[in-house]
């Protein structure tokens, strides 16, 4: 008796039934796969109708098993995202903070330091300690004239000095201390 194999499957249907046989089966029968038990290459055709089976439900358990490996991964990989979203968000508001705390500590505005030091002796002592105690590698000190003293706004008037005028000619000095 000769083996039950796919092609005489196929040509018994093709003999019992009364529609035409599709076109792609000889085909098909031909396509050759991997037989675990011979370690070869067999065209389905040769093989038993009971093998196809298990081979088709094999290969369908392993694609499924590929698909949910994908579909863990993709989820692994979504939470990978999320994590790196938070840790981006976690960033930007450090940095956030640190431009606060950085334009905190940077001086706005004037440099000036002190305002309405008399013009006397006792002011200019005071300025010239200052100056001999600042840091000089960091720092600089620039004296300005603040208020014209009442004997030049009489005699001469302010408009020319509207620019500022000499410390000589001040009520009050002014000092700014500037970085380098």
Same mark, same amino acid.
């Given at each position: 008796?000769? =083996?039950?194999?796919?092609?005489?499957? &196929?040509? $018994?249907?093709?003999?019992?039934? @009364?529609?035409?046989?599709? +076109?792609? $089966?000889?085909?098909?029968?031909?396509?050759?796969?991997? &037989?675990? &038990?011979?370690?070869?290459?067999?065209?389905?055709? #040769?093989?038993?109708?009971? #093998?196809?089976?298990?081979? *088709?439900?094999?290969?369908?358990?392993?694609?499924?098993?590929?698909?949910?490996?994908?579909?863990?991964? *993709?989820?692994?990989?979504?939470?990978?995202?999320? @994590?790196i979203e938070n840790q981006q968000k976690e960033i930007k508001s450090l940095q956030n903070a640190c431009e606060h705390y950085r334009d905190a500590l940077t001086i706005?505005?004037? #440099?000036?330091? *002190?305002?309405? $030091?008399?013009?006397?002796?006792?002011?200019?002592?005071?300025?010239?300690?200052?100056?001999? #105690? %600042?840091?000089?590698?960091?720092? @600089?000190?620039?004296?300005?004239?603040?208020?014209?003293? =009442?004997? @030049?706004?009489?005699?001469?008037?302010?408009?020319?000095?509207?620019?500022?005028?000499?410390?000589?000619? &001040?009520? +009050? %000095?002014?000092?700014? $201390?500037?970085?380098?």
């Open positions: 008796m000769r =083996e039950l194999n796919n092609y005489l499957i &196929s040509d $018994i249907l093709g003999s019992l039934s @009364t529609r035409k046989r599709p +076109c792609d $089966i000889e085909n098909i029968l031909k396509e050759k796969v991997w &037989s675990e &038990s011979k370690q070869d290459y067999i065209e389905m055709g #040769h093989m038993s109708f009971d #093998h196809i089976l298990r081979k *088709f439900v094999k290969e369908n358990k392993n694609k499924l098993q590929k698909q949910k490996d994908l579909e863990d991964a *993709f989820i692994s990989s979504v939470d990978d995202l999320e @994590t706005k505005g004037h #440099h000036m330091v *002190f305002t309405e $030091i008399p013009n006397t002796d006792y002011g200019r002592h005071l300025v010239k300690e200052m100056k001999k #105690h %600042l840091n000089k590698d960091s720092y @600089t000190i620039r004296v300005k004239g603040q208020f014209l003293d =009442e004997e @030049t706004k009489k005699k001469e008037g302010w408009r020319r000095y509207t620019y500022g005028q000499p410390l000589s000619k &001040s009520k +009050c %000095l002014r000092v700014y $201390i500037d970085k380098k």
